[in-house]
C-alpha cells in the first residue's frame, strides 16, 4: 500500500522542488543586477550575503529536483 502512496508524493515533492528551483533563480538574478547596480558597501555586503544564502538554497533544490544517477546495488 505504501508504493501507490509513494509515487504521487515523490512526483509532487519533485513539482515542488522545480518551482522552488525556478523562483530561486529569478531572485538571483534580481539580486545580482542590484548588486551591480550599487556601490553602497554596506548594500553590496548585504545582498552578497543574501546572495550567498540564495545560491545555497538553490543548490539544495536542485538535489532534488535534478537528481544524479541513481546507484543500485
Given at each position: 500500500m505504501t508504493a501507490p502512496i509513494a509515487?504521487?508524493?515523490?512526483?509532487?515533492?519533485?513539482a515542488s522542488a522545480t518551482l522552488h528551483?525556478?523562483?530561486l533563480e529569478e531572485?538571483?538574478?534580481v539580486v545580482r543586477?542590484?548588486?551591480?547596480?550599487?556601490t553602497d558597501s554596506f548594500a553590496?555586503?548585504?545582498?552578497?550575503?543574501?546572495?550567498?544564502?540564495?545560491?545555497?538554497?538553490?543548490?539544495g533544490y536542485q538535489a532534488l529536483a535534478m537528481p544524479t544517477a541513481i546507484v543500485t546495488a
Open positions: 509515487a504521487p508524493i515523490a512526483k509532487d515533492v519533485l528551483l525556478e523562483v531572485f538571483i538574478g543586477r542590484k548588486l551591480a547596480a550599487t553590496r555586503d548585504s545582498l552578497t550575503d543574501l546572495l550567498l544564502s540564495l545560491t545555497e538554497q538553490r543548490d
